[in-house]
C-alpha cells in the first residue's frame, strides 16, 4: 500500500471510531477508495476499531461485495445458469479464458478484467449471456467474443 | 437466585432460573447429546443436537440455549427426538470423512461416541465433501479442517476464556470454516499456543501435532499430576505409552485450572525424555567427570562431609533445596542439613524471588503467603496488579483477570513500568518509574486518607500502628509524588478511588515488587493498602503474591530456609527446637543459618567449604552471576543434583543424577497454599533416582538413617511436626487437594487468611518510606536495566529449552529497547547489541519496542548465550536480603547489524 492509502483508510477509520457497527461501512468506504481490500488495509482496521482479524476475515469473506485481491477496471460476468448453459455458455467461457489467459475468479495482469461466473443472469431469453460492467451482451457466439473484449480495452 | 419447578421426563424437579435444561437435565442424571455445549463457556446452539420437546411448543428446542421456566414440560428422549437427532448426526456424518481407523481423536471422539449411542453408522444425505489441506505450520497443533463440524468452541474459548481472538468462522454456506485472520499460520498471528482450543474440540479437528501415530488413546495411561512449571500449579494428566508421555491433557474438573493449560503446562514436556538426561552418578578427577556407581558417589560423599564437619564445623557447609522438588524431598533435605550434618545453613531461590514477601507479608499479617485464593480473583470487582506480568508468568491466573473483566465488569489498576498485556486491559495504567512503588503507594494512600475513603471501622477494631503509619503518609505530597514516580496525580487519584471504592478489591504482585533493595518495605506497603481499606480477611480480597516455582511455596512450607523449620517455626524459639530434637532424636543448632547470597559471600570468605545444590541453577539465577561462578569454582566440594547437567553442574565434584517430577511420588503446594499430589507415570531414565531416595540413602552412609517406605510416610513425620500441615495425609489428599492451614484431620483447609482475626493477632501497619533503588543511572551507565520472564520459556531454561517448540516459537535472547533509545544508538531490530554493566557484559539482538519505558533495558534471564543476570546487581533488601534483579544500571552498544531488511 502507497503512503497516501494509509493516510486515507486512517481518515477513514477515524471518521467512524466510536460509532455502533462501524466495520460493514468501514470496509464498503476503504474498498471503494482502494478499490479491494489488501492485507494490510485490513490489518489497519482491525488495529484502529480494536477488532481481532479473524473476525475482520470472517466478515470479508462471508459477504460477496468484499474482494481481496484487485479488481480489473472492467467486470466480466458470465452467465452459467440452465439456461444459458443449454446453449453452450461453458463453451462461451472457455472462450474469454483462453483469450484473456485466466481462469474464472481471476484478474488479468494488467487490471483491465476480472472474470467472474454467475448463475442467471435474469435475461434468459439472450442465453447464452454475459455482462461487462453494466452492459448486456446475448446470443453470444464464439466469434464474437474477441470483438466484444476489445471495446472494453481502450482507454 | 429464584427457583422454578419444572417436569422433565415425567420427574419433577427445581433447580435455579438462570439454569439452561440441558444443565438441569445434567443436575438430575439426564444426559443430553450435545456437540457444541461446554460448561464452561457461553453456549452458542449450533449444532442443535441437544434438542428436546417441550409440552405446548410446536418446534423442538435446544436445551443448551433453552432457558429454564416455572411449569415448563420436558421430554429429553421421546421418539421425536430421537429421530431428528439421529438427522442431526447423519447430516454431520454426510460432510465427515469417517477416518476413524487412523485419527487420532478415535476413543476420545464425541461424534464417534453419539454415532454409536445413536446407531448412525453412515448417512442417506450423501454429497459433496469440504476437503481441506491438514495446517500444520506451527509446532504444536495440527488442524485439520476436514474434519471440523463447526461447532464453535475453539472460537469461543479463544476469544470468551484466554482472549485472543485468533480463530473465527470465515468463508459461508457450504464452504464455511474455521480460519485464522487472512487464513495465516498459527504463528503469525496472536496465537499463544495455550493449546485450549484443541482441548474442547469435540472431534479430531484439532490435535496434538506430536502425539501422530504414537498410541491410540485407549493405549494411553492417564496419571493426575500437577504441572512442573510455574506456581499456579495446574492440574495436569500425562497420557502416557510405553514409558514416553504423548500428550498431556487436563481435566475440566480441575480444581485450579478446569482443564485450561498455557503453552509450558500443555506443551512444554518434551525436556523429560530429553536424550541429554542425566542417567547416572559423575565424579569429577583432575577437572573431568567420569561415570561413576551410586555407591561409589555416596561413599565419597559420606566421606568428605564429615571430614570437613571434623576439620571446620557444621557451619562450614551449606545446602541449597529445590522449589522444584516435592514437600517431602524439601523436607527430607532441611531435615538432612539441620540434623545428619548440623547446620541451618539452608536456603534455596524463593530467597531470590519472594523473601521480601515472607518478610514483609510475616510482619503485617502474621503469614507470609497469598491470603486468598485464585478461583476468588473472578468474583472480585476490582483488581490491583502491581510487578507482575501476569499474562506470561502466571497464565492461568491471567484468566481469572480476564474472566473478572468480562463476566463481573471488574476494574483492573495496573502499576507496572512495562506495557504488559495487563497494562493494556487495564482501566488505569500507572506506569511508574523501576523502583518507585512505596512512593507510588504512599501517593495513593494519601488520597484515601484525604478525602475519607479508608475504613474506619476495619482500622479501629483489626490494627495497629495506624497513627504512626499516617503520620508518615501525610508527608507526602502528590506533586513530589508524581515527580518521583512519573504518574500523574489524577491517575493516582483515579487508581486511589476505584480501589477504595471497590466492594471486593484483591492485589495481585510478584517480583516488581520483591526484588528490590526495598523489596521489604514495596511488601508492607501493599499491606497497609489493604489494610487502610479493609480489603482483607475476605472473599476475593486480598494481598496476593504470585509465587514463582512450582513447589517455591511448599519448599518455603518445608523450612527450606535458614531460620525457621517446616512451617515457619523459628529456629531460634527453644520449645519449637526442642520438639523437634525430640522427634528427629538428635541435638540442633540453635542460631539462624545464612541466606543463598550470604552463602556465597561465605565461600568467599572462605568460611564455606561444602555446598550441597539440589536442584538449582545457581551459575545462571544468581544476580551479578559472574560472582556466584567464581564462588562455585572456589568451593572445596560441590555437590550437585539435578535432572541435567546444568551450568551449575559444571563446577561440581560429584553430581547426582535425579528424577524429575514425572518420575516420583509426592505432593507441591501451589500459590495459593493448595497442597496437591504428584505421581509417578514413568520410570526414572538410567540410573536417576528421586532426590529425597537419594539423600535417604546418603542420611544412611553417614550412619544417620532417614528411611520411610513412602513419601506418605514422611507427610505423616511433616503433619506431626507442622501445625498449619497438621490434618494433610496422602489419604486425605487422594480425595482431593487442600489448602493450608490445615491443622487437624477434620479441618477441610483454608480458602482465605485473617477472616475475622489476622495470624498475628491485629494487623499492623508499618511506615515506610521512599529510598532510591542501589543504582541508578549515570553518565557512563546510562539505562536502567530490568529482567522478566517470557510466557514461553521458564527460568534458566533447564526444562524449557529443551522443549523443541517452544524453542522454535521463542528462540533467543532478545534487549528490548524504546524506540526514543533506539533512535538515539542508531539501532533497529534485529540488531546485535551488546549491554554492559559494572559486573560484566552479555550480547543480544535488539528489540525495538515501546513495551519498557524509554530509558530502560529490558531482558528475559532465560537464555545461558546472554545471560541477563552476568548484568545484575546483589545488593540486598535489608531485611529479606533479596537482590535488586529489577534495577540496575547499564550502558548499551551497537556491535552488529540486522542481517533482515526492514519491511
Ligand atoms: S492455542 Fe490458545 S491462543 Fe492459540 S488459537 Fe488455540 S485457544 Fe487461541
Ligand atoms: S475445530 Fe473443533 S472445536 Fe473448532 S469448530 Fe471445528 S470441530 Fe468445533
Ligand atoms: S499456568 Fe503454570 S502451572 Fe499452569 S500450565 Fe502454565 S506453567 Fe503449568
Ligand atoms: S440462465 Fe443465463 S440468463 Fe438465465
Ligand atoms: S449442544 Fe446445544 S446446540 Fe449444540
Known amino acids: 500500500m502507497k503512503t497516501d492509502d494509509h493516510v486515507k483508510v486512517g481518515q477513514i477509520i477515524d471518521r467512524h471510531r466510536g460509532e455502533d457497527g462501524t466495520l460493514l461501512p468501514v470496509l464498503q468506504e476503504v474498498q471503494e477508495v482502494l478499490g479491494y481490500l489488501p492485507e494490510e488495509a485490513l490489518v489497519e482496521v482491525a488495529e484502529g476499531l480494536g477488532l481481532a482479524l479473524s473476525r475482520i476475515w470472517g466478515v470479508v469473506t462471508f459477504y460477496g461485495q468484499f474482494h481481496l485481491s484487485p479488481r480489473g477496471k472492467n467486470t466480466i460476468k458470465v452467465c452459467q445458469g440452465t439456461a444459458c448453459h443449454v446453449r453452450g455458455s461453458r463453451r462461451i467461457l472457455d472462450k474469454i479464458e483462453s483469450v484473456l489467459e485466466i481462469q474464472s475468479g481471476q484478474t488479468t495482469p494488467n487490471l483491465k478484467f476480472t472474470l467472474e461466473t454467475v448463475r442467471c443472469l435474469g435475461t434468459c431469453f439472450l442465453a447464452p449471456v454475459m455482462m461487462v460492467n453494466r452492459d448486456y451482451f446475448g446470443k453470444l457466439t464464439l466469434d464474437r467474443i474477441e470483438g466484444i473484449l476489445n471495446q472494453f480495452c481502450k482507454g | ?30 444426559e443430553i447429546p450435545h456437540l457444541c455445549y461446554d460448561s464452561r463457556i457461553s453456549p452458542t446452539g449450533a449444532c442443535r443436537l441437544c434438542v428436546v420437546e417441550v409440552k405446548g411448543k410446536e418446534n423442538l428446542m435446544a436445551s443448551c440455549t433453552l432457558s429454564v421456566s416455572e411449569g415448563m414440560e420436558v421430554l429429553t428422549n421421546s421418539e421425536r427426538v430421537k429421530k431428528a437427532r439421529k438427522i442431526i448426526l447423519e447430516l454431520i456424518l454426510s460432510d465427515h470423512p469417517l477416518d476413524c481407523l487412523t485419527c487420532e481423536k478415535s476413543g476420545n471422539c464425541e461424534l464417534e461416541k453419539y454415532a454409536y449411542q445413536l446407531k448412525v453408522s453412515s448417512s442417506r444425505f450423501l454429497g459433496e465433501r469440504s476437503i481441506y489441506p491438514i495446517r500444520e505450520e506451527n509446532p504444536f497443533i495440527s488442524r485439520d479442517n476436514s474434519k471440523c463440524i463447526l461447532c464453535g468452541r475453539c472460537v469461543t474459548v479463544c476469544e470468551e476464556v484466554q482472549g485472543c481472538s485468533v480463530l473465527d468462522f470465515s468463508q459461508r454456506g457450504f464452504a464455511t470454516l ?25 472431534v479430531g479437528a484439532l490435535t496434538e501435532k506430536g502425539r501422530k501415530f504414537e498410541g491410540r488413546e485407549w493405549e494411553l495411561k492417564k496419571v493426575e499430576t500437577v504441572c512442573p512449571y510455574c506456581g499456579c ?20 474438573e480441575s480444581v485450579v485450572n478446569q482443564g485450561w493449560l498455557c503453552s509450558k503446562g500443555k506443551f512444554g514436556f518434551e525436556f523429560v525424555h530429553s536424550s541429554d538426561r542425566l542417567t547416572s552418578p559423575l565424579i569429577k578427577k583432575e577437572g573431568k567427570f567420569y561415570q561413576a556407581s551410586w555407591d561409589e558417589a555416596l561413599t565419597l560423599i559420606s566421606k568428605k562431609l564429615p571430614q570437613i564437619r571434623r576439620d571446620f564445623g557444621p557451619d562450614s557447609m551449606a545446602g541449597l533445596s529445590s522449589a522444584k522438588c516435592t514437600n517431602e524431598e524439601n523436607y527430607l533435605f532441611q531435615k538432612f542439613m539441620r540434623a545428619v550434618i548440623g547446620t541451618n545453613n539452608v536456603d534455596h531461590c524463593a530467597r531470590l524471588c519472594h523473601a521480601s514477601t515472607v518478610a514483609g507479608l510475616a510482619r503485617s499479617f502474621g503469614s507470609g503467603a497469598m491470603t486468598n485464593s485464585i478461583g476468588e480473583i473472578e468474583e472480585a470487582d476490582c483488581i490491583l496488579i502491581t510487578g507482575s506480568n501476569t499474562s506470561e508468568t502466571h497464565p492461568i491466573i491471567a484468566l481469572q483477570v480476564k474472566a473478572a473483566l468480562r463476566n463481573n465488569r471488574a476494574r483492573l489498576i495496573v502499576a507496572d513500568p512495562r506495557k504488559t498485556e495487563m497494562a493494556e486491559l487495564a482501566d488505569v495504567w500507572l506506569r511508574h518509574k523501576p523502583g518507585t512503588d512505596v512512593a507510588l503507594f504512599n501517593g495513593m494512600m494519601k488520597v484515601i486518607l484525604k478525602e475519607g475513603l479508608l475504613a474506619e471501622e476495619f482500622v479501629g477494631k483489626r490494627t495497629e500502628g495506624f497513627d504512626e503509619f499516617t503520620r508518615v503518609v501525610k508527608e507526602y505530597i502528590l506533586s513530589q509524588v508524581e515527580e518521583t514516580t512519573g504518574v500523574p496525580a489524577d491517575l493516582i487519584k483515579e487508581a486511589a478511588r476505584i480501589y477504595a471504592g471497590s466492594e471486593r478489591a484483591t492485589i495481585l504482585y510478584a517480583m516488581g515488587i520483591t526484588q528490590h533493595v526495598s523489596g521489604t518495605d514495596n511488601v508492607l506497603t501493599l499491606a497497609n493498602l489493604a489494610m487502610l481499606c479493609g480489603k482483607i480477611g475476605k472473599r476475593s480480597c486480598g494481598v496476593n503474591p504470585l509465587r514463582g516455582q512450582n513447589n517455591v511455596q511448599g519448599a518455603c512450607d518445608l523450612g527450606a530456609l535458614p531460620d525457621v523449620y517446616p512451617g515457619y517455626q523459628p529456629v531460634d524459639d527453644i520449645a519449637v527446637r526442642r520438639k523437634f530434637e525430640e522427634a528427629w532424636s538428635t541435638s540442633l543448632p540453635d542460631k539462624p543459618g545464612l541466606t543463598v547470597m550470604e552463602i556465597i559471600q561465605a565461600i568467599e570468605k572462605d568460611e564455606i567449604k561444602a555446598l550441597y545444590i539440589m536442584g538449582e541453577n545457581s551459575a545462571l539465577s544468581d544476580p551479578n552471576s559472574s560472582r556466584t561462578r567464581a564462588a562455585l569454582a572456589k568451593v572445596d566440594f560441590l555437590v550437585v543434583q539435578d535432572i541435567f547437567f546444568t551450568e551449575t553442574a559444571d563446577f561440581a565434584d560429584v553430581v ?9 511420588e509426592g505432593t507441591f503446594t501451589n500459590t495459593e497454599r493448595r497442597i496437591q499430589r504428584v505421581r509417578q507415570a514413568l520410570s526414572p531414565p538410567g540410573e536417576a533416582r528421586a532426590d529425597g531416595e537419594i539423600i535417604c540413602s546418603l542420611a544412611e552412609k553417614m550412619g544417620q538413617p532417614m528411611s520411610y517406605s513412602s513419601p506418605g510416610r514422611i507427610m505423616e513425620e511433616v503433619a506431626s511436626l507442622t501445625p498449619i500441615y497438621g490434618g494433610v495425609s496422602f489419604p486425605r489428599l487422594e480425595k482431593g487437594s487442600l489448602q493450608w492451614p490445615c491443622p487437624y484431620p477434620e479441618h477441610p483447609g483454608t480458602k482465605f487468611l485473617h477472616r475475622g482475626r489476622f495470624s498475628r493477632g491485629l494487623g499492623k501497619f508499618h511506615s515506610t518510606h521512599y529510598g532510591e533503588p542501589a543504582e541508578l543511572p549515570d553518565s557512563e551507565y546510562p539505562f536502567i536495566f530490568s529482567t522478566g520472564r517470557t510466557l514461553f520459556h521458564w527460568h534458566t531454561g533447564t526444562m524449557s529449552r529443551r522443549v523443541r517448540g517452544l524453542n522454535e516459537i521463542y528462540p533467543e535472547a532478545l534487549a528490548e529497547i524504546h524506540p526514543e533509545d533506539a533512535a538515539g544508538l542508531g539501532l ?31 531482558m528475559t534471564f532465560h537464555f545461558r548465550e546472554a545471560a541477563a543476570n552476568i548484568l545484575t546487581l546483589d545488593a540486598l533488601d535489608p531485611i529479606a536480603k533479596i537482590p535488586e534483579f529489577k534495577v540496575c544500571a547499564v550502558k548499551v552498544k551497537k556491535v552488529g547489524e540486522s542481517r533482515e531488511k526492514l519491511g
Open chain 2, 1 to 30: 437466585m429464584r427457583k422454578v419447578n419444572l417436569i422433565i421426563n415425567g420427574t419433577k424437579l427445581t433447580v435455579p432460573e438462570d439454569q439452561s435444561v440441558l444443565q438441569a437435565a445434567q443436575s438430575m442424571g439426564i
Open chain 2, 178 to 202: 474455521i480460519s485464522t485472520g487472512l487464513d495465516r499460520s498459527l504463528t503469525e498471528g496472536p496465537c499463544v499456543f495455550c493449546g485450549n482450543c484443541l482441548s474442547v474440540c469435540p
Open chain 2, 233 to 252: 500449579g495446574c492440574n495436569i494428566e500425562l497420557n502416557v505409552r510405553n514409558n514416553r508421555i504423548i500428550k498431556v491433557t487436563s481435566s475440566p
Open chain 2, 656 to 664: 547426582l543424577p535425579a528424577a524429575c517430577f514425572a518420575e516420583k
Open chain 2, 828 to 858: 533497529k531490530t534485529g540488531d546485535m547489541v551488546e549491554v554492559s554493566s559494572r559486573r560484566g557484559k552479555v550480547r543480544a539482538k535488539a528489540e525495538i519496542t515501546d513495551k519498557s519505558p524509554p530509558g530502560v533495558v529490558f
